[in-house]
Structures are given as C-alpha cells and as structure tokens.
C-alpha cells in the first residue's frame, strides 16, 4: 500500500503507517517531509497514478478532510477513490464500488476510526457479481466529455 498525506493530514497517516507497519503490511510513505505546507493535488496524483498503474493495490490519501485529495486521485483513470467516515462505508466502498484509494480526514476523523476504516478496507474483497456492471459503467465515464 501506498500513502501519502498534505500538513493537514500528516499526523493520522504517520500513526496509520505505523498501523499498518504492525500489522506486517508492506507500505511506502510518499510524504511530504514532516512540517512542509504542500499542496494536496500532488500527493494524490503520486498516489493515484502509482495505483493506476499496477504498482500498488490500494492507496492511502489523507487530507484535513479527506475532500481535496478524493477530488484530485479521482481525475486519474482507474482510480476509485473513496471520501470515507465510517466503517461501514470504507467496506462498502470495497465491496461495492471496488475502490482502490481510501481518503481521509485528519480533521474529521480520530486515530481509532481511521484505523478502524482502513483495515475494514483492506479486509473487505469486492463483491462482484452485479456490481460488476456498475463498475464498467464507472470506468465508461473516464475522459468523457460532456454532451
């Protein structure tokens, strides 16, 4: 898994990277180095391409609110990127929508949650069946222009 954060969202990923550490869950932290102001659009778009591409299975985007980054990881084609605040939502978000980045708010959410709602997304495989058309329906859309 890949994360990444902007100075909003810096302090839950570092406690979820060292979440997912203990749990033997190979990670790359993508940044920023600690106390930079960045901007979120382009640690989504590190994320998201890197994700797009096959070289990681799920990413990690963690904002102040989660909104920024979910906006921008989802302008890149083949990502389904997931503005989640609960953990049913984070397992739907998987087995429903088969996202592949979970995006979160520091400002929204707490350490437990978060943790919480990530390993329900990691645990939680993507059901298919008929929400497999749907899916199909979401990549349809990518690059489209309106009518």
């Not at 590190?46 to 591409?53: I, L, R």
């Not at 979910?70 to 998987?94: D, H, P, Q, W, Y």
């Not at 995006?103 to 497999?132: D, I, K």
Request: proline fraction near 3%; charged fraction near 20%; hydrophobic fraction near 50%.
């Amino acid at each position: 898994m890949v994360l990444a954060s902007d100075h909003a969202g810096a302090e839950l990923c570092a406690d979820l990277l060292v979440f997912l550490k203990e749990r033997g869950i190979a990670t790359e932290d993508w940044g920023p180095e600690a106390g930079l102001s960045v901007d979120y659009p382009d640690f989504a778009a590190k994320v998201a391409h890197a994700v797009a591409a096959g070289q990681f299975r799920f990413g990690l985007l963690v904002c102040g609110t989660g909104i920024g980054m979910s906006i921008a990881a989802n302008k890149v084609a083949g990502i389904r990127a997931a503005l989640c605040t609960t953990e049913f939502e984070a397992r739907m978000a998987r087995a429903h929508n088969d996202a592949n980045v979970l995006c979160l708010g520091q400002r929204v959410v707490g350490s437990g949650l978060a943790r919480a709602m990530l390993e329900a997304f990691l645990a939680q495989p993507f059901e298919a069946g008929r929400h497999a058309g749907r899916v199909e329906k979401i990549r349809s859309l990518e690059g489209s222009k309106p009518s």
